[in-house]
């Protein structure tokens, strides 16, 4: 297999080209006279191919060193611009980040978060799928995004990803200003299962949690209606009707602080164990791979919302 070509002294060659002087071109390059024209033998040689005649006072470029020149100038400018990417990505203010978002990760752990990246990386090319965390997931593995953040309490064993949990997202339940329930200062569970539920996407292990409660006081089925990834039609579901919606309260504050909505959980008794009032969140990347250096400013950025691992 042919050695390599030494990208400085191609670079020495196109200096050469271009002043048809060995002084000059040599001080480009920073070099002696000597230093420069043993760079331009020494390429010569690899290459087999005579790229410039030179006498006494002159120096012009031969009819094969113009054609190999040609190609000469495209490798020295993909090899700047890769110098400049690698740059980029190192510690500039561009860089590209592929990641995913579960709906309560853009209401919640990243409000605010991709603004303050993007300001601190203003070239920064950003793509983010946003979907249930079991689609995120197998956008991981497809290698399709390097990190997503979502609800993955069942992968924190699983040694092929590292899970960095962050602070859980207080849940409730809500109704709209104006639903029989709304005036009720307490309620019991046989309240609510008079009405449907509408919610995101309910955790197992929540969903078990309330059956169990509801079995409790002698109620067998669980009153959830309705399942939609779609926030807009579930905030229709809940202020044009009287569905119960079960979800963070992060993406309806607007409606609770205008009075659209209110919150029913806190009026039930017995009071709900606190663990079925918050929903965890997390950072979930493969175990062994070197995230891009955009990944890691934007970890950074989340960081101080992590906690330990339980």
Known sequence: MPAPIDLRKVQHAQWLAQELSFSKAAALANLSQTAFSRSIQVLESELGLRLFDRGTRFVQVTSAGAKW????????????TMRALA?????????????????????GV??????????????????????????LLEHLLADRIELFIGYPAMLAADPRYRV????????????R???PLAACSQLSPQHLVAYPWACIQMPPEIAGSLRHLLRQVGISEFPIQMECDNQTLLREALLCSDTLVLTW?????????????VELASRIQPALPAHLLQLQCAIVQHSHRTLSPAAHQLINLIAPQSQPMP
């Open 69 to 80: 020149l040609e190609h000469a100038a495209d490798v020295l400018a993909k090899s700047n």
């Open 249 to 261: 309260e992060s993406w309806l504050a607007e409606d609770i602080a205008q009075g659209r909505v």
């Open 164 to 175: 960095t949990p962050l602070a859980p997202q207080p849940v409730s339940l809500y109704a």
């Open 110 to 135: 990243l409000s605010g978060v991709l603004n303050t990246l993007r300001q601190q990386r203003p070239k920064l090319r950003l793509r983010v799928e946003c979907s249930q965390w079991e689609v």
């Open 87 to 107: 740059q980029d990505l190192a510690d500039g203010d561009g860089g590209e980040l592929a990641m995913g978002a579960s709906l309560l990760a853009v209401s």
């Open 177 to 179: 200003n104006g639903h």
